[in-house]
C-alpha cells in the first residue's frame, strides 16, 4: 500500500507554541520510529514504538518532546514551549522487520 | 569519537565510473547495516541492507561488510548523474533504533 505519511510537511511555530506532529505508518507495521535531522547531519533517533507501547525513548532531547501511539497505528509527536534549537526536520519510519521506511519528514521552523 | 563515521565529501567521479562509499562504526556488537540515498530536500530512502561479512548485489549497487574491521562499503557502478545526492550509512546496534552517520555528498559529473 502507500508508504509513511507525515503532516503536516512544514510547521512555522513562534517561540514558546505547542506543536503536534502526526505520522501515519505503513499500513501493518508493528515498529514506528521518530528520528531529528538537523540540517547537514544524519537523522538522530528519539523513540520507538511496538504497537501502542513505547519501549525507548532515551533520545527525546528534553521533556518538552513527547510521543505516544495510543492504538498501536498513527503516532503523534508533541513538543511543549518550542525553542528555537528545535527548528529541524522531524522524520517518522516504520518497519515490520528490520528495515525502516522513512515518511517525507515534517520541517518545524521555531521563529 | 562518533559512533558511525562517514568522510562528508563531496565525492565527485565521472558519469560511468564506480563510486565507492566508506563508512566505520565504533559498536563491535552491532548486527544490521543499512545504506539509504537522500536527495537534497527530501528524507531518506532504503537502497541496500547487509547483516553478514561480505558482499552483497543489488543491481549497480553492492554492500559489503566487514564486522572484523568495523567497515562497511557501498559501491555503485555505471554511475548516473541521477546518483548525485547524500549517502547515510546507518547502524542497528541492537537496540532496533538507527545510529546514522553525517553522510557522503555525492557528485557525479556528466
Known amino acids: 500500500g502507500a508508504g509513511v505519511s507525515q503532516s503536516p510537511r512544514y510547521k512555522v511555530a513562534k517561540r514558546g507554541q505547542d506543536v503536534a506532529l502526526r505520522c501515519d505508518p505503513i499500513?501493518?507495521?508493528?515498529?514506528l520510529f521518530w528520528y531529528q535531522q538537523a540540517l547537514g547531519q544524519g537523522p538522530e533517533f528519539l523513540t520507538y514504538?511496538?504497537?501502542?507501547?513505547?519501549?525507548?525513548k532515551s533520545g527525546l532531547p528534553s521533556d518538552r518532546f513527547f510521543a505516544e501511539r495510543p492504538e498501536g497505528s498513527v503516532s503523534t509527536l508533541k513538543i511543549q514551549r518550542t525553542q528555537q534549537e528545535d527548528s529541524a526536520v522531524y522524520l517518522c519510519?516504520?518497519?515490520?522487520?528490520?528495515?525502516?521506511?522513512f515518511g517525507p519528514g515534517t520541517r518545524l521552523t521555531v521563529l | 569519537q562518533k559512533e558511525v563515521e562517514q568522510n562528508s565529501g563531496p565525492l565527485s567521479v565521472p558519469e560511468g565510473a564506480i563510486a565507492s562509499l566508506n563508512c566505520t562504526y565504533s559498536?563491535?556488537?552491532?548486527?544490521?547495516f543499512f545504506w539509504y540515498r537522500q536527495y537534497s530536500g527530501k528524507s531518506p530512502e532504503l537502497i541496500m541492507s547487509i547483516y553478514s561479512n561480505g558482499d552483497k548485489e543489488d543491481g549497480r549497487f553492492t554492500a559489503q561488510l566487514n564486522k572484523a574491521s568495523q567497515y562497511v562499503s557501498l559501491l555503485i557502478r555505471d554511475s548516473q548523474p541521477s546518483d548525485s545526492a547524500t549517502y547515510l550509512c546507518a547502524v542497528d546496534t541492537g537496540r532496533r533504533a538507527l545510529t546514522f552517520g553525517s553522510g557522503t555528498r555525492l557528485q557525479v559529473q556528466p
Open positions: 499500513s501493518g507495521h508493528v515498529s
Open positions: 514504538f511496538q504497537n501502542e507501547a513505547q519501549l525507548d
Open positions: 519510519a516504520s518497519s515490520n522487520l528490520d528495515e525502516q521506511f
Open positions: 559498536d563491535r556488537g552491532s548486527q544490521s
